[in-house]
């Protein structure tokens, strides 16, 4: 951030999340039976070209102390710090069908107007069938759980509870 590369090193941990998410690539890294030497040479010859030479030389350094394994953590980390620096939300919607980008639109809207998110906000979606019908939303630590699933399961939950009108009206 000092040096205002911070969008060159997010460009950076991009790429070197695309290849951790490779199998093979992550075992590579966590692998003690491979030397560093050959650890760093393959990481150079991946990686040139691709990232910066700040972004190399931070990689050269955590295989010289043999810290490569947590390459996976480190860009999270980094990814989370900048997330934060940038005032940028990310919020996980889950629905019962594909959700469209007019619909994400109006989630968005809802988050912004409510105060609960940045203005700006990323998204990432997956579908569930079992959730029946509505959505699911998580976000700083939270579930917002507004789905069909949810509330017949709390319909049920309220029918398992003794009702006093109901032991009532059976008495009369």
Excluded: C, W
């Excluded at 090193?9 to 199998?23: A, E, G, N």
């Excluded at 990814?79 to 019962?96: G, L, P, R």
């Amino acid at each position: 951030q000092e040096r205002k590369e911070l969008e060159t090193v997010k460009q950076d941990m991009d790429t070197l999340r695309s290849l951790i998410d490779v199998r093979d690539f992550a075992l590579l890294l966590k692998s003690p039976i491979v030397a560093p030497s050959k650890k760093q040479s393959i990481l150079d010859s991946v990686l040139e070209g691709r990232v910066g030479e700040m972004t190399k030389g931070f990689i050269r350094i955590l295989v010289a102390k043999g810290r490569e394994g947590v390459l996976i953590d480190i860009s999270d980390a980094f990814m989370h710090q900048y997330k934060i620096i940038n005032n940028i939300s990310s919020v996980k919607v889950t629905s019962a069908t594909p959700v469209d980008a007019a619909t994400l639109e109006q989630i968005k809207q809802q988050l912004v107007k409510s105060g609960k998110t940045e203005s700006d906000i990323q998204f990432s979606t997956s579908v569930d069938p079992s959730l029946i019908g509505g959505i699911v939303l998580e976000f700083d630590g939270k579930i917002y759980d507004a789905s069909v699933a949810h509330k017949l399961s709390e319909l049920r939950k309220e029918f398992d509870q003794p009702n006093v009108f109901v032991s009532q009206i059976v008495k009369k």
